[in-house]
């Protein structure tokens, strides 16, 4: 007994000591490579063209069935939702069976049968195929599209749209697409409620017959079912499937921004930034980098222990996770991105993180570690893939429609296993363009906005474009909170107040106003004359010589200088005619629409737009007017002009400004006030 004890003692002490030998500061040593007998599908083809790949399974009394048909890029233009539609009412009963009957057939069958507009889907125990196949080529091939049901879709996409009209998610997703792409691409387009609006059943029933066809089609089936069986009952329902050919549309070029730039949306109410960097990729399946560049994205953004995610969440906690792609486009280019949400208050941080973690995948090389963590984690997942049949024949899918080697997925673990860290400096470089990306955020103005415009990338601040909620371009939004219960009126009121109150200003009959500005041509004088019965004239002089001359009067204007006179018509003389009221904020206190608050200069002011061509700022303290902004047409070109109003002074009870800054030949001028004139000094010859 006790040599058996000493023997087992022995034993234990050298397991003991090889287990205290190993040095657990290194990583262990991969083994050999493992082979991967992927097999091939079963395969053929019909004469409409669907191809169809078999797997056998016999493991479970069960068969799935997945349709792809392969379709190009689909352009929906004003009609964008036809797709989305015409897909939402595939599978509510046929023309040869009702809704109600083909659910319950399904139901009682214990079967999963859904069909789109991409194809369909189906899941059945194998002693049903015949039948549920059967139920799939019918809801597949005989749809009924009925007004009824169009109408229901249409409703509930138009009311998803509405509840997604302030959730900053919501826009982040249809925005980016479309500054990245173009709303005229099939990647960028996105539905609106008018174009689903525009979408008449004629227009459903001509989208499925054009692009509902088999000449590019796959149809895979796997499961315990070989290929002769198979063919048998694919011949019996598919076979007077017609063949046609789908409208190919031509493609916009799609190109990177010439210089890195922030592509901002204003959202008010949004609690957190959708963050996102974006730059096409030309990247195929079928390059050379196409391995190295897998590796390069999952160790800058594609895992948790991703460079990105753990700046961004783990080192400096300012999301709960970041992560980023890099497409493989086959019609068209795709794109590299990294996505993710931020406090507001981090917006600007998180940006100069992102381009940092970025800066060091391009410029330093990944670690021992960090490389073969990446590679276990595509080998990990490739292998785990593999054990599941129907992936066999999806791959076989990718090799047709990507143009890849036959032996594309043989080979995939040995060309993970050849990437360098070389490879994936090299490839960053060529597919991470940080001289020309896109960061497009989506988030509250108020919060980011100034922090953005002070931001530094490389040493250099970043131009920054605003775009609505439909990605059109748009101005820059107000970063400054305006109070609870403000309106126009309230805003006009206060104005009326500043500069004297209601009763004064309702006893100025007239004014007049003379100021002066220095000007290498020579002294420049203003002279600017109003009644309270809409008269207006406005005179600028330079050395005693007449260079512009605005007059309105009894509904009509005309304007004149060195150039001659004209009269003015349309938009010029509504402009004029809005000038000749003496107080607009005392006569028309309902007018205007209050859209938003400025600085102007280093004050606050309320925004008022009083037309697509003017807009009137009031400061939030004093109440008193700051500026108003003209847009002006000429020449077939749209230019905005500011005046600007400082330095006010008490004359017969009303405040007016001594200091007035006009924009005039691409330069302020600066006119000083010396003469204020009320109820006097002006004459009705003055307006003729």
Known sequence: MKKHINILMAVLFIGTSAIAQIDRSKIPTSGPTPEINLGEPDSFELDNGLQVLVVTDRKLPTISMSLDLNNPPIVEGDKAGVQSLTGSIMGKGTTKTPKEKFNEEVDYLGAVISVSTGGGYVSTLSKYTDKVMGLFAEAALNPNFTQEELDTEKSQLIEGIKSGENSAAAIAGKVRSALVYGKDHAAGEFSTEETINNVTLADV??????????????????????????????????????????????????????????????????????????????????????????????????GFGSYLNMNLREKNGYTYGAGSGLGAGRDYKSTFRATTKVRNEVTDSAIVETFKELDRIKTTYVSDEDLANAKAKFLGNFIMQSEDKSVVANRAITIRTNDLDEDFYKDFIANINAVTKEDVKRVANKYFKTDNMRVVLVGKASDVLENLEKMKINGKTLPIKFYDKEANPTSRPSTISIPAGTTVNTVFADYIKAIGGRDNVAAVKSTALIGSSSSPMGEIVLNVKKTNDNKFSQTITVGGNIVSKQVYANGKGRVGGMQGNAELEGEQLAAVADEAVLFPEYTFPDKGELVGAEKIGDRNAYVIKWSDTKKTFYDMDSGLLLGQENTIKAQGQEFKTMIKYDNYKEVKGVKYPMTIIQQMAGRDMRFDINTVRVNEGVVDADFE
Do not use: R
């Open 205 to 302: 029933k001509k989208f499925y017959n054009d692009y509902f066809v088999p000449n590019n089609a796959y149809l895979l089936i796997s499961g315990d079912i070989d290929k002769k069986e198979a063919k048998k009952l694919v011949e019996k329902y598919f076979k007077d499937w017609k063949a046609k050919e789908a409208p190919k549309p031509n493609l916009p070029e799609v190109t990177d921004v010439a210089t890195t730039e922030i592509d901002f949306v204003d959202v008010p109410n949004a609690v957190q930034t959708e963050l996102a960097v974006y730059n096409t990729s030309e990247l195929k399946m079928s390059d050379d980098d196409y391995h190295a560049a897998l590796v390069a994205n999952y160790i800058f953004g594609g």
